[in-house]
């Protein structure tokens, strides 16, 4: 996997580019001026990202993952990771048959669903997993693979199923060893 240079990433035109980003020279970005890309975060080969989306620090977008943040944006708080394959949508056509649907059609015969998608810190989607427009995913959340996530969560709980459902809760160690891993890059 070759990753876009410092130069190339400038070029694109985001909205905000932070310190050590990697974006793969084979994803697609789409609306780069209305996309934040936090320190250290990294795009891996396949994925399309497109819209008005916020990446916060130390996340990773794996391999075939979807970030559609249209309009109302899609954001990724700080230490979050989408798995392979993941898609998340903050936009969705009425499938009703009482509007038209798809992207050629002018938005005056459609029925268009506009949500924001806010994922929260130290969140981890499993491979597969869809997200629907309007859902926050709460911090410390993980969501296992191939799970449908059409409802917000509750912080630190583990989800599976379609739809999602809370299994268990998450346990909350991982907060002391984000401060130690923190501290670590400040020396």
Known sequence: MAYLT???????????????????DKASIYNPEVIELGDYSRIDDFCVVSGKVSIG????ITPMCL?????????????????????VFAQSDD???STMVNSLIPAKFKNEYFAEVLIERQVIIGAGS????????RQGCSV????????????????????ARRIKDRKQDLLELE??????QQE
């Open 95 to 97: 499938y009703s048959g």
């Open 130 to 137: 869809i997200i629907f427009p309007g859902v926050t995913i």
């Open 6 to 24: 410092e130069a190339q990433l400038q070029a694109m035109g985001f909205k905000t580019v932070g310190g050590n980003v990697k974006v793969s």
């Open 67 to 87: 970030v559609a943040g249209g309009s109302p944006g899609v954001t990724l708080s700080d230490f979050c990771t989408l798995a392979y394959g993941v898609q």
């Open 57 to 60: 620090r130390y996340c990773h």
């Open 179 to 184: 401060a130690q891993f923190l501290k670590e």
């Open 144 to 163: 296992g693979a191939m799970t449908l996530l059409n409802k917000s969560t509750q912080p630190w709980g583990i989800y599976a199923g379609k739809p």
